[in-house]
């Protein structure tokens, strides 16, 4: 099949800087995929070019850590925005490294984040107007992970 034209290769446009503070940690226990925890999200900020606020208290991460070690992300949370727009938000990702290095993340010790994975999509819900774009984009991150806190940054595909 020809065409005279070729897809666009896509670019990332920075969005904003996210520091997210989590909560105790919560085990399930073992689901026989892996060990299923809650991590509740507390509360944070966010800051970019376009938007930026804070991170409402009540959300959390669902998350699987599967058999092989990799940690698959399921967050949903609000944001309300400076001027007072309220945000869903959710991500859904992977984290993953050499286990020593998965270890000291579990134990609340500073990593270099280039020493393991930690990417995800994001997507957001809004009835703003303002911030309609956001539901219309399509987001991934790369985050940190912190003793306490997720930092991340958060780009559109364009």
């Known amino acids: ?43 944070g900020r966010f800051e970019g070019p376009n938007f930026k ?12 850590v599967q058999n092989d070690g990799v940690a698959r992300i399921d967050t949903r949370y609000h944001l309300k925005t400076d001027d007072g727009a309220i945000l869903t938000i959710a991500t859904q990702g992977v ?34 107007s303002k911030y309609a774009w956001l539901t219309r984009s399509i987001a991934v991150g790369s985050g940190m992970r912190l003793a306490n806190a997720v930092i991340y940054d958060a780009y559109v595909l364009i």
Do not use: C
């Open 53 to 64: 606020g804070s991170i409402l208290p009540g959300g959390a991460d669902w998350q699987l």
């Open 95 to 128: 984290r993953h490294g050499p286990p020593e290095v998965i270890t000291a993340l579990a134990k609340g010790k500073k990593v270099d984040p280039a020493r393991y994975y930690f990417r995800f999509n994001i997507r957001f819900e809004t009835g703003a």
């Open 1 to 43: 099949m020809e065409s005279t034209y070729n897809p666009p290769v896509p670019s990332l446009q920075f969005l904003a800087r996210f520091e997210v503070e989590l909560g105790s940690l919560i085990e399930l226990g073992d689901t026989g995929a892996g060990k299923k925890r809650i991590i509740p999200i507390n509360g």
